[in-house]
């Protein structure tokens, strides 16, 4: 009698495991694949939990935002969706920066210079912090970063000009589906191309990294859901993905099922 073979596959080791993604080798020399999970965490890895269905729909935001900044000219890492969780990335030289944005007066912002939440900035302020969760991310000028050596003075003025055009551009695009563009973070990665690095947009751009609030009524649509344990965190996730168009109703009802906790008896 012949034995069956069995082929056991082998578990996917992740060359990189974030707190909310994972990275895993791409098919193809350059590349990488993006996983999102479900995972959430906030106030540098005290507070943990997940939000089910978060990783599917960041997938779906991330995707359609990066789409459209290409279209406008900003150049990203995003290649194409391969299935609910994952995308393919082109594998950049991360810059440790993290580029925040700010429209308007919330979070830690608001607490530091003890502005009222809320308070519209009437200009766009970027902030710059490096990329340390050891050091818990610490605030630094453009000093500290030709100083370190974490970017050139060239890469910080295109850093500055696509964070400006990408949050014109975002403003007005969440603007027209009825939500303010607060705030939000951005990470950039250096990609060889000829004799010269360019700066491409990495990372992703999803409720776990902006401050969303619905323009009418003030509501808070992202991640502070979880971190001010506001209640209808996954709610929240799905109404921003429905009003960009990425949630089909089909979908909905897959994540409605698949992902979410059983609803307790009262
Ligand atoms: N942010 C982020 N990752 C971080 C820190 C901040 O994605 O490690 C985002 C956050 O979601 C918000 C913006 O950057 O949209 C500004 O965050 P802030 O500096 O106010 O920090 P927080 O109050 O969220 O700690």
């Known amino acids: 009698m012949h034995k069956r073979k069995i082929l056991a596959m082998s578990p996917r080791k992740p060359i990189y495991e974030g707190k909310a993604k994972q990275l895993f080798e791409g098919p193809e020399p350059g590349t990488l694949i993006q996983h999102f999970k479900d995972d959430a965490t906030a106030f540098n890895n005290q507070k943990k939990g997940t939000i089910a269905g978060k990783g599917v729909l960041n997938n779906r935001i991330s995707e ?4 459209r900044l290409h279209e406008i000219g900003v150049p990203t890492h995003f290649i194409r969706t391969l299935n609910m969780r994952e995308q393919l990335i082109k594998s950049v030289q991360i810059v440790p ?7 308007v007066a919330a979070g830690s912002f608001a607490k530091r210079f003890g502005v009222k939440e809320g308070k519209d900035l009437g200009q766009p302020l970027i902030e710059y912090c490096y990329k340390n969760d050891a050091l ?3 605030f630094v000028s453009e000093e500290h970063i030709f100083a370190f050596h974490w970017a050139t003075p060239q890469e910080v003025d295109e850093i500055r000009m696509y964070a400006l055009r990408i949050n014109d551009f975002l403003s007005g695009l969440f603007m027209g589906v009825g939500i303010r563009l607060v705030d939000f973070k951005l990470e950039f990665g250096r990609l060889a191309e000829g ?6 947009l990495a990372d992703e751009i999803s409720p776990d990294n902006c401050r969303l609030w619905d323009v009418k009524t003030g509501k808070k649509l992202d991640k502070d859901r979880f971190r001010q344990d506001l209640g209808q965190v996954e709610d929240a996730y799905q109404e921003v993905a429905r009003r960009l168009g990425v949630l089909p109703p089909e979908e909905s009802h897959v994540i409605a099922v698949d992902a979410r906790p ?4 009262k």
């Open 97 to 103: 920066l993290e580029v925040i944005v700010r429209n």
């Open 64 to 67: 359609y935002l990066m789409l």
């Open 262 to 265: 059983p609803r307790q008896k």
């Open 195 to 200: 004799d010269r690095d360019q700066v491409i």
């Open 136 to 138: 818990g991310d610490p």
